[in-house]
């Protein structure tokens, strides 16, 4: 293995994707020689193509720097430490990477934002090569064409790591994965490495109170970035949340931006520091069509409507300033309202159940406000919760339904992969009782009795069939998480909270 190919072959990269320029070159050389623990090198003359993507380069170059004890011990997690410290040689400092999208801001936010994504890509922050792994296809429903993923981007923690991980003393820095002081971070066993992490700071107030733009390590849509607050504070959502979220929206007009709920269970995976989540894609939801439109007495020149959705979501469409009173004007009326007849009850003892999930974009000069209503009350019969998946669609999903699967983008368990490929077996024989005996599927035994008496399986059409009949659960999965289910009822009971607006 030629170390000093590998070097240049990098380098090279670093230059074709405009990390670096060619007066740096040497300057990069001696970064990387450091890093590998090398007083020596000869130049391998290398003048071929770069790849589009570092992945091949660092998998050899941690193969070498593992035979000389760099990487000890030689698992997936000391590896990724290793090469995020060697792309943060290419990383261009925070001051300079904010002065150079500012610049591009002032010629069109959109050349802002591609080369800042292009940027996260080149840099393998956003892990490219992991998240080509994931399982991607549409469902079509009646809701529209729903975004299924089956999340096989994270890699499973090595034993070993999980071992070394419980020996390690507490740290307390940086506080989460999201607090902007990752930004260059080195890591350690527990948190991984930020060398080639770079924030931009936004000022979504205009109160000097910067917020920071940055792009998620294993995107699920198309420029899935994260907008998150400077200071360590749990989410909670307020009537600067609106602001914020329709400000975002006003600096890069082709981004949406939304927020997960700030309550357990219908919150997402990181309540502890207040963040949005946004990017350049349109969801289902964003395409659904006002099925019942509405009057807010208080705000005339806002248009509003409940949405065909799953969910029960309420649309506004305006000017920003008119979003911003009539969305906390909505959020403060939700928090207190009761509807025992509709299983809606805003508190128990102290303890508060209903918040909203707000997404907010563009639609031309205006602006459009989503407002997701949400509850997290739980009972006896249904103890994850009552607007939450229930058992009979566990065996596809279980987890929380945050901001991106609200917006119609199911992600999905790892183990889905090998189990959907292996129950196609079972389906193409029409083998139940087999598929009762296997531990690992029976949980799926029932689901495939229906689809069984729906359709004839074969070698050709069963993979195509299961991933429709994905799509049809993971629909059935957002109705349990809307609070007014779509019936005659549960609808008359959305228009009660609507008079009451």
Not at 15 to 41: E, F, G
Not at 82 to 109: E, I, R
Not at 161 to 179: G, H, R, T, V, W
Not at 420 to 436: H, M, N, P, S, V
Request: glycine share 6%; with cysteine.
């Amino acid at each position: 293995m030629d170390i000093n190919l590998l070097i240049d072959q990098l380098v090279a990269y670093g230059v074709a994707q405009k990390l670096l320029s060619a007066r740096d070159k040497d300057w990069a050389v001696n970064q990387l020689l450091t890093l590998l623990h090398l007083s020596d090198y000869t130049p391998s003359g290398f003048k071929g193509k770069s790849p589009e993507y570092p992945c091949e380069i660092l998998k050899n170059i941690c193969d070498f720097a593992a035979k000389q004890g760099l990487i000890s011990p030689d698992t997936v997690t000391m590896r990724d430490l290793f090469d995020t410290q060697l792309m943060g040689v290419f990383a261009g400092q925070p001051s300079y990477v904010t002065n150079d999208f500012f610049a591009l801001y002032k010629k069109s936010p959109k050349k802002a934002t591609d080369k800042f994504y292009h940027d996260a890509r080149a840099l393998d922050y956003i892990r490219t090569e992991r998240v080509a792994k994931n399982k991607i296809w549409k469902a079509r429903t009646k809701y529209g064409l729903l975004d299924i993923t089956i999340n096989m981007s994270k890699p499973e923690k090595d034993p070993k790591d999980i071992a070394a991980a419980l020996k390690m003393k507490a740290a307390s820095y940086p506080k989460c994965l999201l607090c902007k002081e990752n930004e260059g971070y080195a890591g350690r066993i527990n948190h991984p490495a930020r060398q080639n992490l770079r924030l931009v700071p936004l000022d979504l107030l205009k109160d000097k109170d910067p917020w920071y733009l940055q792009y998620s390590p294993y995107v699920y849509y198309n420029e899935h970035c994260i907008c998150l607050s400077a200071h360590h504070e749990p989410m909670k959502l307020t009537k600067k949340s609106f602001a914020r979220l329709l400000n975002f929206v006003d600096i890069l007009p082709h981004y949406f931006i939304g927020s997960n709920a700030d309550l357990p269970i219908v919150g997402g995976s990181i309540l502890t520091h207040d963040h949005f989540q946004g990017g350049r894609y349109t969801f289902a939801m964003a395409k659904a069509p006002i099925e019942t439109p509405f009057k807010l007495a208080k705000f005339p020149h806002v248009k509003a409507g409940i949405v065909k959705w799953p969910m029960s979501v309420i649309r506004l469409n305006g000017s920003k300033k008119d979003l911003i009173e009539a969305g906390d004007y909505i959020l403060k009326k939700w928090r207190n309202y009761n509807d025992p007849k509709a299983d809606i009850l805003s508190k128990t003892g102290d303890t508060p159940h209903n918040t909203v999930t707000p997404i907010a974009r563009r639609r031309g000069k205006l602006f459009e406000l989503d407002i997701v209503l949400r509850n997290n009350r739980t009972t006896a019969e249904f103890p994850l919760g009552i607007f939450h998946p229930h058992a009979e669609v566990h065996h596809i999903k279980k987890e929380n339904i945050g901001l991106i699967e609200v917006m119609g983008l199911a992600v999905l368990p790892a183990r889905l992969a090998k189990e959907l490929q292996e129950l196609e077996g079972y389906l193409i024989r029409k083998d139940i009782k087999g598929l009762r005996k296997n531990e690992t599927l029976a949980k799926h035994a029932d689901w495939a009795e229906t689809l069984l008496k729906k359709h004839t399986f074969t070698a050709k059409n069963a993979t195509a069939i299961l991933q429709a009949e994905v799509g049809h659960v993971f629909a059935q999965v957002l109705e349990y998480a809307g609070v007014y289910k779509r019936t005659p009822a549960g609808q008359e009971a959305f228009l009660r909270f609507i008079k009451k607006l």
